[in-house]
């Protein structure tokens, strides 16, 4: 069924009252099931989950998923299965609640792959579990608050495009309304990328085969397991799974065999991370993102560790760490005490260049706020957010989230009370830009009340962190929030019910990522302990999860509690030049409409990055555009193909030739499949550190 819209011209001329009056008679869909039990319980669950990837993806990466056309194909297919067993399918509004839901869930593993965990490296210390989640919740539903009054300008009245939300919606109505089996086929291939992905990531799980080992070992000899594990040590660090660098067979052999293994200043690559890993929800991930920034972030990669690195080894510029004597030269290393800082410069740069190069775009956030509307009833009264809720909200919400960044992490009070204001400017300009693009820019944002709260108390590295925390938060939350009701405007849904959903999912998310983060990345931390488990940056950051999102706030929070000058020369040089290089490259990136292949966000994401996982993205963004264009030609021509991707499998013309299936799995399902392998390898990537955790220790 097509969608029913308004004219460019109904947009331009109606008042807000006709405009609700209208799709109040022609999409409003009444009282159809939406915010049930079982759409709020799969919401709940599946958000979950999801949040649970990206909190994976995110450590890796410093990016969080957008996880609603993911939760809308799991959730679709599943309730398909279940009315085949006599249960009631889900409706297209259950099935949009339900995504409300796992999309907000699966956002809330943000601030701590990036403010919390700064935070934590520079204090030395675990924030109780507790404060952390209260402190998400209670901002996050300041957005949800901040979002409503926003909700009736952007899309009621202006009927901004909100690109990923729009997508989501028009998926929705396909599904629903046209043959099913679209769903069911992606569905499939994201449980089969899943299956695959998930088995890779068990063989060469070292916790998982150890396990096994030692249980096989238990049940021969008849002792407990802790004495199995004390007894059989050396045995079980022979470990039977598939190695993580895919280079490890080589170096083995050299070792054997004599054999010069890669070397630059003397330093073996692989110490460094430069690897290709077995990563596939790397690859996936890559598939993704594209392969315009897969390659720029190769590009940075390659420039800092294979020339600047080796370069500066040699010039005594990076010196030995003294407390590893065996590998004195590592990645996090050399990223910690040199790289950092030119990366963090070139991406900070770039991306306030690429804000305020848009001038249109921030003035447009505010200048509807003064525009003249003339008087109108309120025909949507009984189903939106009651206005005066957020009146009340915003300040009684807002002031005991200045409550808990002054008596949780020492904010001071009035600076915790002025970034209120900020964040209501900083979440009118986050929203635009999301209403407009689909993009909201947290990462450029987070700078601007870091430097401003930094500079009025420097000392206090929690000011700016946390007041950072605040701002990114909320805006975060409200964008994403109205991202997630576009779709049920479009679909003539309850925004009310909606509301409610995202906050379920705020709570989904918060259970499950805190606790996780906690497990995951905090266990080992000894407080005291002279050696590396004394420091918490030492045991949260490995090769394999680089915590490049973290790092650019800790990076700035640095600066400004030492100031520039505490820095080596060669460091300051280093930033001066990356700056400069950030600031040309995003002007002519902008100057060219994107035509120019240089971006330097992603050349400083390659720097921070792992470098396995930078090649891993790398390849599954050459895979998935490679097998693009070989199947580019081999889909239906007509009306059936308009659409792409899900739309494109159905309704093919009578006249038109038949996708093929290589069409079908690459183009069609690209997503899916993406979506299957990040799911696939995370989960079961968590599992095997829950495994050395919770089994082996």
Same mark, same amino acid.
């Given at each position: ?23 109040? @008679? ?57 009315? +085949? ?27 701590? %792959? ?17 404060? *952390? ?13 901040? @979002? ?32 099913? +089996? ?100 790397? %690859? ?35 010196? @030995? ?30 991306? #306030? ?9 921030? *003035? ?87 430097? *401003? ?73 000894? =407080? ?7 420091? *918490? ?10 915590? =490049? ?15 520039? &000058? ?16 950030? #600031? ?15 971006? =330097? ?60 299936? &290589? ?35």
């Amino acid at each position: 069924m097509a969608l029913k819209h308004l004219t460019d011209e109904q947009v331009r001329t109606w008042s807000l009252e006709q405009k609700d009056r209208w799709w109040l @008679a022609n999409v409003f869909r009444g009282d159809m099931p939406q915010l049930t039990l079982r759409s709020a319980l799969t919401g709940f669950v599946l958000g979950g989950i999801l949040s649970a990837t990206n909190l994976y993806v995110g450590a890796k990466t410093g990016w969080t998923l957008g996880v609603g056309l993911t939760s809308v194909i799991l959730a679709f297919a599943m309730f398909k299965i279940f009315s +085949r067993l006599g249960a009631r399918d889900f409706t297209i509004l259950e099935n949009n609640a339900m995504q409300s839901i796992a999309t907000s869930a699966g956002y809330m593993t943000s601030p701590l %792959v990036a403010g919390f965990a700064a935070y934590m490296w520079i204090e030395n210390r675990i924030v109780d579990g507790w404060h *952390i989640f209260w402190f998400m919740v209670v901002l996050s539903v300041l957005g949800v608050l901040v @979002a409503f009054p926003l909700k009736r300008r952007f899309i009621n009245d202006e009927q901004q495009p909100f690109p990923e939300g729009r997508a989501c919606g028009v998926v929705l109505d396909t599904l629903y309304s046209s043959d099913a +089996r679209s769903g069911l086929f992606q569905a499939k291939v994201l449980a089969m990328a899943a299956g695959f992905a998930g088995l890779i990531s068990f063989l060469a799980g070292e916790a998982y085969l150890k396990s096994l080992h030692a249980l096989v070992l238990m049940l021969r000899s008849g002792q407990s397991w802790v004495d199995t594990l004390a007894a059989n040590k050396d045995k079980l660090n022979a470990t039977w799974n598939l190695p993580h660098s895919l280079d490890a067979w080589y170096y083995s052999l050299a070792g054997r065999m004599g054999w010069p293994t890669p070397k630059l200043a003397g330093v073996e690559l692989r110490q460094l991370g430069v690897s290709p890993a077995l990563d596939l929800a790397m %690859v996936g991930a890559g598939g993704l993102m594209g392969v315009r920034p897969a390659l720029n972030m190769i590009l940075g990669m390659a420039i800092n560790f294979l020339v600047i690195v080796p370069w500066m080894i040699s010039a005594g510029e990076i010196i @030995a760490d003294p407390n590893k004597p065996n590998t004195p030269f590592t990645r996090v290393w050399v990223l910690n005490s040199w790289a950092l800082w030119w990366g963090v410069s070139i991406m900070v740069v770039a991306s #306030l260049v690429a804000m305020f190069a848009k001038p249109k775009l921030l *003035i447009s956030a505010f200048t509807g706020m003064f525009k003249k509307r003339t008087a109108s009833s309120d025909v949507l009264k009984g189903i939106e957010l009651p206005i005066w809720i957020s009146i009340v909200g915003v300040p009684i919400v807002g002031a005991i989230g200045v409550w808990m960044a002054h008596d949780w992490f020492g904010v001071d009070w009035y600076l915790g009370a002025l970034a209120i204001p900020l964040i209501i400017v900083l979440t009118l300009i986050a929203v635009n830009s999301t209403a407009l693009t689909g993009i909201t820019p947290t990462g450029s944002l987070s700078k601007i009340p870091q430097f *401003i709260f930094g500079v009025m108390r420097p000392k206090h590295p929690a000011t700016n962190l946390m007041t950072a925390v605040m701002c990114v938060e909320v805006a975060g939350n409200a964008s994403n929030l109205l991202m997630d009701i576009k779709p049920g405007y479009m679909l003539g849904a309850k925004p009310r019910q909606q509301a409610i959903g995202h906050c379920i999912g705020i709570l989904a998310g918060a259970l499950a990522s805190v606790p996780l983060f906690h497990l995951l990345f905090l266990s080992e931390f000894r =407080p005291g302990d002279p050696g590396e488990a004394g420091n *918490i940056r030492e045991v949260m950051v490995s090769d394999q999860f680089g915590f =490049p999102a973290a790092f650019q706030w800790y990076g700035i929070s640095e600066l400004i509690s030492n100031g520039f &000058g505490s820095l080596k020369p060669s460091i300051q040089w280093s930033m001066g030049i990356a700056a400069v290089a950030g #600031l040309v490259f995003e002007v002519i990136r902008i100057l060219t409409r994107n035509k120019f292949p240089l971006s =330097p966000l992603a050349i400083g994401l390659g720097v921070v990055v792992p470098p396995e996982s930078s090649i891993a993205m790398c390849f599954g963004a050459l895979l998935f555009w490679g097998m693009g264009k070989l199947y580019a030609g081999k889909g239906s021509v007509g009306a059936g193909a308009e659409h792409g991707g899900v739309a494109g499998e159905l309704g093919t013309p009578v006249n038109a030739k038949p996708l093929s299936v &290589g069409h079908r799995i690459w183009i069609g399902a690209q997503e899916p499949i993406c979506a299957g392998l990040i799911a696939g390898a995370a989960l079961v990537g968590i599992g095997d550190i829950l495994v050395r955790v919770f089994v082996l220790k």
